[in-house]
């Protein structure tokens, strides 16, 4: 299990905490908006039980060797221009692809060739889950890496931790479609438990 990340570990009850620091050699935030995104993100991530922190690529590699393909996980970015990666193994091997972020959303790392668009996300979350959708339908996007061509395959995040039992439902209730027309009638603790982390994965 990973211990040391680039970012505190210690998260209070308020998302906004004084003592929640960024390390100073990320860049800057564009606006306050864009800080709230990458915080919030930050919490769920570390919520997710397959955010690895301050490993490096070759970290990832080894983590991921014995793992099937489609097996991924979140960690900090070894660039400093950038604030988290997406490791995968594939057929091939394990492909490592920086999440980019602008002032409004994360997206992943474009290739000059891949000619489709990408879609944004205000969430890492999100963006995984979308990925994984797309792994299990007929909508593959690919990574271009020198001159191969790799389909991007999200099954299963490879986990660094054990959930709770009460995470575990929670991601289970996410996943529910037709759960989300009826939150309002549950309590506004339970609702505020799930929105606190409103990701199925």
């Excluded at 955010?51 to 991921?64: E, F, P, Q, R």
């Excluded at 660039?79 to 091939?92: C, G, P």
């Excluded at 991601?171 to 027309?181: A, F, I, M, P, Q």
């Amino acid at each position: 299990m990973v211990t040391h990340s680039k970012f505190s570990n210690a998260m209070s009850s308020s998302l906004f905490d004084s003592n929640m620091r960024l390390p100073h050699h990320y860049k800057t935030f564009n606006s306050k908006s864009q800080y709230q995104m990458v915080l919030a993100t930050l919490h769920k991530l570390q919520e997710s039980g397959f955010y690895w922190g301050a490993i490096t690529g070759k970290d990832a590699n080894v983590m991921l060797a014995a793992e099937d393909a489609g097996t991924f996980l979140i960690r900090d970015s070894s660039d400093n221009r950038h604030l988290f990666a997406l490791s995968i193994k594939t057929a091939s091997g394990t492909k490592n692809l920086r999440i980019q972020c602008d002032s409004s959303s994360f997206y992943l790392q474009t290739d000059p060739k891949n000619i489709q668009t990408v879609p944004h996300f205000d969430c890492v979350l999100k963006l995984v889950h979308y990925y994984m959708s797309q792994s299990k339908g007929s909508t593959l996007y690919y990574i271009y890496s020198g001159a191969e061509k790799v389909p991007l395959e999200l099954i299963k995040p490879l986990s660094c931790s054990l959930s709770t039992l009460q995470h575990l439902c929670r991601k289970t209730v996410n996943g529910l479609v037709d759960v989300s027309s009826r939150r309002d009638l549950l309590p506004h603790h339970i609702k505020e438990f799930l929105q606190d982390y409103d990701a199925p994965i």
